[in-house]
């Protein structure tokens, strides 16, 4: 099945009680066009999502289940080898691909649930 790397506007993912406060979670889309992989970090009321891949070797960052961020939460990390990230915008700021970026997954939330914008 072909792997997406955008998703379609105005898809509803859950409510954002899915994502824990301060942690991320992975969220599998599956189209007709194929599957989506991607994952939503929340901080708050504010998600931010990413296409679940990194730039250094282009697998999914997390070994284990929802596993994308650092210890203290502060930034994003691969689990392959080790690659950081920053939350809000991608960025690379460590590790094999610093200067890369993560590809952004625009989300939102909308009456309480994390849509796909
Ligand atoms: S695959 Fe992510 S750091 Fe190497």
């Known amino acids: 099945m072909e792997r997406l790397s955008a998703t379609p506007a105005g898809i509803t993912l859950g409510p954002i009680e899915l994502v824990t406060e301060g942690g991320a979670r992975n969220f599998v889309l599956e189209m007709r066009a194929g599957r989506f992989h991607g994952f939503v970090v ?5 998600v931010t999502g990413y296409v679940d891949r990194c730039p ?37 700021v460590g590790g094999p691909c610093a200067g890369a970026a993560l ?5 939102t939330i909308r009456d309480g649930s994390i849509v796909t914008a």
């Open 103 to 107: 590809t952004p997954w625009p989300v």
């Open 42 to 46: 929340r901080s708050g009321e504010a």
């Open 56 to 92: 250094h070797m282009g697998v999914p960052l997390a070994q284990e289940l929802d596993r994308y961020l650092t210890g203290d939460g502060s930034l994003i990390q691969c689990s392959w080898h080790g690659a950081l990230f920053r939350i809000d915008d991608g960025r690379c």
